[in-house]
């Protein structure tokens, strides 16, 4: 099965143990388990009815894998589950309805689906939007196949929680009751980082959803149903912090907002400014930058770095034959900046990985912050000639004007706590900023009134 994680047996006894929590099996109850791989919770199941005296339900564990379904049935051989070789999300299954349902589902992006395969889940899955992931339609079909008082429990990755492809999977989730998220350690896989999450989804009527976050607080919330996400209902802070609406985003007073550039080998384009051949810098081929990393060591944009750049005030490529001292040098790497991803997918061999937009970040004043923080810090570039690393987001002010209350409310404890809700996790429980994201963060109105005068 692509996407395969075996869980651990101390996390699939815990799932077990919450999903018969005050619902313990009876004779007759059905389960399932969806892509069960090696058969974890099977053999969770058994030794929880074992221990505590209840019948085994009866019920079908699934997987595509005959290999590890071979496992599974060769470990877990003796209970009343039927092995079944096939794909679950198959639309020809024939299940019947299950009392409970427990399992990891694969996680696999929609990049590694075949072609076929997209366009099948698209047309029988409603959650199969945009870049999906395999682990929601799993979802989809299991709430399915969920019987009236039924109980499901699935650890997934917690990013269905609050990105915009998930936003149909949320509207869906909410149709049940969802009785339990807990966020379990990042670690508890060994070698993936997932932030995995826990969720319980009970079959029947309910409003109030019971959070375990990973610090260990515990609150009881009542998560949005229409879709929206649930990033800032489900994480820890202040809700009057982070929950409110100006009227005016980041997005509406800005003329740019993006990621900084990507050279496609920064170890030949970017050297400090001691080290870079002296003609490329009387030629004009060096303008300053920085990373993240050196943003929040230095504590702003003086790197001491430079990069080499082979592109005119305007982000076109300069020609061959007009390159002068900076041809010279490329010449001397030419076999390694040709090994790049970018040229051999059609790129001049001396080209970035991307254009930078130059007309619009080189002499402009802006505000960086590293694309993954904790927390998210902003910093000024007051002199314009810093030009951002693929690790840097850089902010351009609609009116320049507007730079220092921007700054200032950008590393205010209300703009933090918001962005701190509504971020995706990168490792290490760190924050991802992103484009969209920042576009989207509320701002004071008298901000959007410097703009909306200098627009009259």
């Given amino acids: 099965m692509k996407g395969h994680v075996p869980t651990p047996p101390e996390l699939a006894d815990e799932m077990v143990a919450e999903l018969f929590a005050e619902h313990p099996p009876a004779d007759g109850d059905r389960i399932l388990f969806p892509g069960t791989g090696k058969g974890p919770f099977v053999a969770a199941v058994e030794r929880y009815c074992e221990e505590n005296d209840y019948p085994f339900p009866e019920g079908a564990a699934v997987d595509l894998d005959p290999g590890l379904l071979a496992e599974a049935r060769e470990q877990n051989g003796d209970t009343a589950v039927e092995f079944r070789e096939e794909d679950f999300l198959a639309a020809d299954c024939d299940y019947g309805q299950f009392d409970y349902v427990v399992g990891n589902p694969p996680y696999v992006p929609i990049e590694g689906l075949s072609e076929e395969e997209k366009t099948r889940y698209k047309h029988e ?13 799993f979802f989809e079909r299991s709430l399915d196949l969920l019987a009236d008082g039924g109980r499901l429990v699935f650890i997934t990755p917690e990013k269905f929680e609050y990105t915009h492809t998930t936003e149909e999977l949320r509207r869906l989730m ?7 998220i807990e966020h379990v350690p990042e670690d508890s896989f060994a070698g993936h980082v997932t932030y995995p999450t826990i969720t319980t989804i009970h079959d029947r009527d309910g409003e109030e959803t019971r959070v375990v976050r990973r610090d260990g ?21 202040d809700t009057d912090a982070y929950d409110y609406d100006t009227g005016v985003t980041l997005g509406d007073v800005t003329k740019r907002i993006s990621c900084g550039l990507a050279t496609g080998r920064d170890s030949l384009y970017v050297q400090s400014e001691e080290e870079v051949p002296e003609q490329l810098v009387e030629e004009g081929w060096t303008y300053q930058t920085t990373s993240g990393k050196q943003l929040s060591v230095n504590d702003g944009p003086d790197s001491g770095d430079v990069v080499i750049c082979p592109y005119d005030g305007h982000g076109n490529l300069v020609a061959e034959d007009e390159l002068g001292a900076f041809g010279d040098w490329a010449e001397l790497h030419r076999e390694e900046l040709e090994s790049r991803s970018c040229v051999e997918k059609g790129k001049v061999w001396y080209s970035w990985h991307e254009n930078p937009p130059m ?3 080189y002499g402009v004043e802006k505000i960086l912050a590293k694309d ?9 570039e ?17 009116n320049p004007d507007d730079l220092d209350a921007l700054l200032e409310y950008l590393n205010s404890p209300k703009a933090r706590a918001w962005l701190e809700a509504n971020a995706q996790k990168a490792h290490n429980d760190y924050y991802r900023m992103q484009s969209k994201l920042l576009k989207k963060l509320p701002v004071p109105e008298e901000i959007g009134e410097t703009k909306q005068t200098t627009l009259v």
């Fill in 359 to 361: 007309a619009d970040i």
């Fill in 217 to 237: 607080t515990v609150d009881t919330v009542e998560l949005p149903r229409d879709g929206s996400s649930w990033a800032s209902t489900v994480r820890a802070g």
């Fill in 174 to 180: 909410t149709q049940y009751h969802v009785e339990r």
């Fill in 125 to 137: 899955f409603r959650t199969a939007e945009q870049r999906f992931d395999l682990y929601m339609l």
């Fill in 382 to 398: 007051r002199d314009g000639n810093v030009i951002p690393r693929h690790s840097v987001y850089y902010i351009i002010p609609e």
């Fill in 372 to 380: 993954v923080c904790d927390p998210p810090e902003f910093y000024a």
